[in-house]
């Protein structure tokens, strides 16, 4: 059983930051790859950032140069740094992982509660 604990979403004002946090805990093996998600009102839920194991990252364009994603893989921890916030960033952020319970395992999907990040102009 693996769960993932998020934290640090809230409201803040255009142009303020935030920085989720996301714990992968649990039968964990090894996680391959952890990353955030967000789907707003209405819409799809969407990639926002995502990172492997070895640091390789990837970002959705309209956060690239604004979200920055880390993690600490002692911890089987991830971070989004988000900056310079604007309205359309308001929405769910899920964190996700790529987990694997034993060595020669598959890949399994797992997803966090969700957090509301909410931006106010």
């Known amino acids: 059983q693996v769960q993932l604990v998020e934290s640090g979403g809230g409201l803040v004002q255009a142009g303020g930051s935030l920085r989720l946090s996301c714990a992968a805990s649990g039968n964990i093996f090894r996680v391959n790859a952890m990353g955030w998600y967000r789907q707003a009102p209405g819409k799809q839920r969407e990639l926002v950032a995502a990172i492997t194991s070895g640091g390789v990252t990837n970002y959705a364009d309209s956060v690239k140069d604004r979200f920055t994603i880390s993690k600490d893989n002692a911890k089987n921890t991830v971070y989004l740094q988000m900056n310079s916030l604007k309205p359309e960033d308001t929405a769910v952020y899920y964190c996700?992982?790529?987990?694997?319970?034993?060595?020669?395992?598959?890949?399994?999907?797992?997803w966090g509660q969700g957090t509301q990040v909410t931006v106010s102009s």
């Open positions: 996700n992982a790529a987990v694997q319970l034993t060595l020669y395992g598959l890949g399994r999907v797992y």
